[in-house]
């Protein structure tokens, strides 16, 4: 049975850096025909994609926050760990890890459940 | 980066047929596949549509996805509508290489 789950601060003050983590289980993160994103959607906004990383260590960001993104992972302990610098009220949101898998492209096939980390001072 | 832009909202009876569309706005709709997604209130996404028209297990085949090139968009089908269909749909595609993935603005849709 895949899951994922996410964790981190419940609240972080603006200029802070978010520390996420996704834990998963039922895969591997060496697994070559898979690997982990991360995906935030603002309250009652939409879904924004934030980055991948994949099993060879291969990240891939997202142009407007590529600045303050990092992703790792720790495939021994099945983690995959998102920062994000600089925190601001805009990026109240609930984050989400999602496992991507390859067939013809890479796609989502399971999600996470989800954390909201407000910023506020 | 392009925009996927759709519908703010939709909405129909039980039983019938809605269709969500998703416009790229440059470079081509048929040059990289399309996901939808489903998010019912209160909970994560899950997929119901990827590569432009396939369904994963467990997707009932009430859902269909398409491409139009001529208006350079996507589509997200639902026949036979049901209550549980009210939810918001995400469409999602990406650049070359497959990143960075660019997700549609949503559109609200209501079952009544």
């Known amino acids: 049975q895949v899951t994922l789950k996410e964790s981190g601060p419940v609240l972080v003050k603006p200029t802070e850096t978010l520390t996420l983590t996704c834990t998963v289980s039922?895969?591997?993160?060496?697994?070559?025909?898979?690997?982990v994103s991360w995906i935030r959607q603002p309250p009652g906004k939409a879904l924004e994609w934030l980055a991948h990383?994949?099993?060879?260590?291969?990240?891939s960001y997202s142009t407007s926050l590529k600045s303050r993104l990092t992703i790792s992972k720790d495939t021994s302990k099945s983690q995959v760990v998102l920062t994000m610098t600089n925190m601001d009220p805009v990026d109240t949101a609930t984050y989400y890890c999602a496992r991507i898998t390859v067939a013809t492209i890479w796609r989502i096939d399971y999600w996470g459940q989800g954390t909201l980390v407000t910023v506020s001072s | 980066n392009f925009m996927l832009t759709q519908p703010h909202s939709v909405s129909e009876s039980p039983g019938k047929t809605v269709t969500i569309s998703c416009t790229r706005s440059?470079?081509?709709?048929?040059?990289?596949?399309v996901q939808w997604y489903q998010q019912r209130p209160g909970s994560a996404p899950t997929t119901v549509i990827y590569?432009?028209?396939?369904?994963p297990s467990g997707v009932p085949d009430r859902f269909s996805g398409s491409i139009d090139s001529s208006s350079n968009s996507a589509s997200l089908t639902i026949s036979g509508l049901k209550t549980e269909d009210e939810a918001d749909y995400y469409c999602?595609?990406?650049?070359?290489?497959?990143?960075?993935?660019?997700f549609g603005g949503g559109t609200k849709l209501t079952v009544l």
């Open positions: 999602q595609s990406y650049d070359s290489s497959n990143h960075p993935w660019v």
């Open positions: 590569e432009d028209n396939q369904r």
């Open positions: 440059s470079g081509s709709i048929a040059s990289n596949y």
């Open positions: 990383i994949f099993s060879n260590d291969e990240k």
């Open positions: 039922g895969f591997s993160l060496s697994n070559a025909r898979m690997g």
